[in-house]
């Protein structure tokens, strides 16, 4: 409830504390949804770096579980997170290995109808990636084919993203048109819009309008977006976009003074986007940094080991050298014993 309200402090409280009551009374089935709720509120929160380490931890989870819906769905946020960061192609990668693994997989691991979600979902994080990879062709194909599964499926909510992410991939291949009809059709669905929905939609029409060159149209759909949703401090990151059509916009329009704040709050949200970077990277170099230190500690062990082998080695040949000195020793005493009889 708090995290639909973005009171993020007080969502940020009770999942932190949801986590701590599922681990302590070792309430295992909860372990992962636990996790994942505390990395969608750092997620919305903006602290991604936060929310990444959540979801490696639901992976680990996942893999522990063999269950590979868990381990799609941490996969999924981990490659978005990689994706806003830049790492598009280690995002894409990591999707398309995993379509390889679950086509893979027979009927009695897991059913035709989980596959299905888990592909559907891959193929959707693999357009998003494209997307912001800014790559038109390939963001179009894979858009195309999720949408496609989407409106099969007949499901609401998943149609209208699947509209967005379409559009997009038609903006960058400066379809504006058909752009704009994907973003028409997605307001069929998955009703009523949020006020975070119709910020985001009032962009999409904005960026249409501006490839078009219609400056008053873009100007008029941001505004009314800004007024309809109140950006907060951790989200300002995520609004460079729209801050600066907005900027070119007014400047194509001559209204230089507007032109010059949307300009500022360019700059700030690049800046602010380049901290929230900078959480997504620490938190990729501690778990490298977590991974490292335990592959030096398992290599350690693998010495001493080894150490002890070779010192129960090398006693173990002492003992039999000493033992083949004594049979040796007798074997003499012994022939000259019969050599003095003989």
Known sequence: ??????????????AEKLKKFAYEKKLQSFYFKSHQLLGNVYLQKGVLGKSLDEYNECLAIGEANEDMEEIQTAYFVINLIESIGGDYYSAIETQKELITRVSSMDTESISEAQKENILFKAQ?????????AKQGDSAFYYSSLVLTKALENK????????????????LL??????????????????????KYDSLLIGGFYAKVYAG?????KTISYLEEAFNTYEVS??????????????????????ELEKASFYFEKYVHTTTE???????????????????????????????????GCLKYGALGATIIILCLLFFLLRFYRDKKKNEEKF
Not at 212 to 216: G, L, P, S, V
Not at 237 to 254: H, N, S, T
């Open 1 to 14: 409830i708090y995290l639909q309200a973005t009171d993020f402090d007080k969502a940020t409280f009770y």
């Open 124 to 132: 959707a994080s693999i357009a998003d990636s494209y997307i912001k």
């Open 155 to 170: 499901d609401s909510c998943f149609v209208k993203p699947m509209y967005w992410q379409l559009g997009q991939a038609e």
């Open 173 to 194: 291949l400066k379809r504006y048109d058909a752009a704009k009809k994907s973003f028409d059709y997605s307001t069929r669905y998955c009703k009523p819009f949020s």
């Open 212 to 216: 078009k060159k219609d400056y008053k």
């Open 233 to 254: 401090e951790p989200e300002e990151g995520f609004m460079d976009d729209f801050y600066k059509v907005l900027a070119i916009a007014y400047k194509e329009e001559g």
């Open 273 to 307: 986007f380049s901290k929230i970077k900078d959480t997504i990277h620490t938190s990729i170099q501690n778990k490298e940094l977590k991974e490292f230190r335990s592959e030096l500690a398992e290599l350690k062990s693998e010495k001493e080991q080894q150490k």
